[in-house]
């Protein structure tokens, strides 16, 4: 019966989940580190991290007070200047790539800055006219990655995006027809590989990918997909673009997922956690690749000198603070109490947590595996009640991922606070579910 737990077997969402319930949103007043306060005062641990954006705990004074020195200073500078926030970033941006990957470029949103990664591929790949992206990949909300991402059912701006070609990403927990995971690794390397071959007309520009698939369901690839990638990249000359504005700044327990899977892409897309949270976002591009010419990547506010000094001060902050160890240290702490949690309850169907990333697939029952989502959406709901905000899946997956994924550098007292409500709140529903 295990080709019963394979995707293709599932009720898949034609839309988007609407995890949140119709209540009123919370109006958030107040954060620091890990907690966040509404305005009836009550008090939140924040296992979202704001849209996991505050790698480094919320409203930390250095990052603070290098935005409002710059702020007293100019608030805005176009980019056809220097600035020396701007000198600075690119230089710490440089400490802490892998590879050959020095140049720079920046945006606000992450969705921009995926945008500028695929133009440098196709400026580096002129005569392809297709990128590959895996099926439930997530790339943001700007009309091109919006195009490569979920949800692709009912998506009403079809017909003034650009065409991407999707191609099917091993899901281990629920590998297709009962597969080993690393057998459906190898099935969809070869399908990846077939695709850039002859399944789409002419030649591919890149492959992009997120390491670890974020809104898609927090899927995480056997170690031989990735290499296997890079390796079809090579073989084809197809550039491999890393999205880590979720994986990025030390949520792995390493500075990048490209380290933690030791594959260096040609392009990463950074954002989120990287201004400590003020907008900001970018690329680092191996700088054996050409470089945009002047004006064709050219953002009025794409520089903005408030965000660049955060982004400094919290690099620093990262660093000094050695968040990443911080982050393998508590994913690890969390990893354990996630998989004491699931011989008790039942409804736990996978746990998955590398590094910080924390989150554990809902489902009603262990063999078929059927996506548990009104009990994750109670999960959320009464987390709220009992003060935890966690993350939930919004636009894409199967609507039953409940995630932990706080600050980096949160207290144990507070992370262990955290878990023992959601093990509260999952022990209730299932109580109430016999
Ligand atoms: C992996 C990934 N890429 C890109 C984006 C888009 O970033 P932004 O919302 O800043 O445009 C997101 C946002 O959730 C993301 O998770």
């Known amino acids: 019966m295990n080709h019963l737990n394979s995707l293709a077997d599932l009720e898949v969402p034609a839309a988007p989940v609407a995890q949140q319930p119709a209540a009123e ?34 409203n930390d004074p250095r990052v603070v007070e290098a935005a409002v020195a710059q702020l007293r200073e100019m608030t805005h500078i176009r980019p056809n ?9 690119v230089a710490k941006l440089r400490e802490i790539s892998v590879g050959s990957l020095n140049r720079t470029g920046f945006a606000l949103h992450g969705s921009l800055a995926g945008e500028m ?23 943001g909300r700007s009309l091109a990655t919006l195009g490569a991402s979920w949800p692709h059912p009912n998506n009403p701006f079809l017909a003034i995006q650009p065409r991407f070609t999707r191609v099917p990403h091993p899901y281990p927990y629920r590998a297709r027809m009962g597969m080993d995971p690393e057998a459906e690794s190898q099935l969809c390397l070869g399908l990846l590989e077939d695709t850039i071959v002859k399944g789409v007309d002419g030649p591919v520009a890149a492959v992009m990918m997120e390491p670890i698939q974020g809104n898609g369901g927090h899927i995480e690839f ?56 003020f907008p900001l976002a970018g690329i680092l591009a191996d700088d054996r690749l050409k470089w945009f010419d002047e004006g064709e990547e050219a953002l009025t506010f794409g520089h903005f000198p408030v965000s660049l000094a955060a982004a400094c001060a919290t690099i620093d902050a990262i660093r000094d603070d050695k968040l990443c160890e911080k982050a393998k240290d508590s994913g ?20 998955r947590c590398p590094g910080l990333m924390a989150s554990i697939e809902l489902v009603t029952d262990r063999v078929t595996k059927a996506p548990a989502r009104h009990a994750s959406q109670e999960v959320y709901r009464r987390g709220v009640e009992l003060g935890v905000l966690f993350g939930e899946s919004r636009y894409a997956g199967l609507g039953n991922l409940i995630k932990v994924k706080p600050p980096l550098d ?6 262990a606070r955290a878990l023992d409500v959601l093990d509260e709140v999952l022990g209730a529903i299932e109580e109430e579910g016999k």
């Open 25 to 58: 949103k919370i109006t958030l007043v107040k954060a620091r580190g890990s907690l966040v306060w509404d305005d009836a005062g009550r008090e939140y641990i924040d296992c979202t991290a704001q849209a996991w954006s505050n790698n480094l705990g919320a």
């Open 81 to 89: 200047f220097e600035s020396i926030p701007h000198k600075n970033l």
């Open 117 to 139: 990664a695929m133009k440098l591929a196709f400026k580096n790949r002129p005569h392809a006219q297709n990128l590959v992206v895996l099926q439930d990949g997530y790339h």
């Open 222 to 277: 056997p170690r031989s997909y990735y290499k296997g990638v890079r390796e079809i990249c090579d073989r084809h000359g197809v550039l491999l673009i890393f999205d880590e504005v979720q994986t990025g700044f030390g949520r792995m327990g390493t500075m990048w997922a490209a380290q933690y899977y030791d594959v260096t892409p040609d392009i990463i897309v950074f954002g989120k956690g990287v201004g400590g949270g």
């Open 332 to 351: 690890e702490y969390v990893t354990e109490r996630l998989l004491e949690m699931q011989t008790r309850r039942k409804l736990i169907g996978d746990v």
């Open 410 to 415: 949160i207290e144990r007292p507070l992370l």
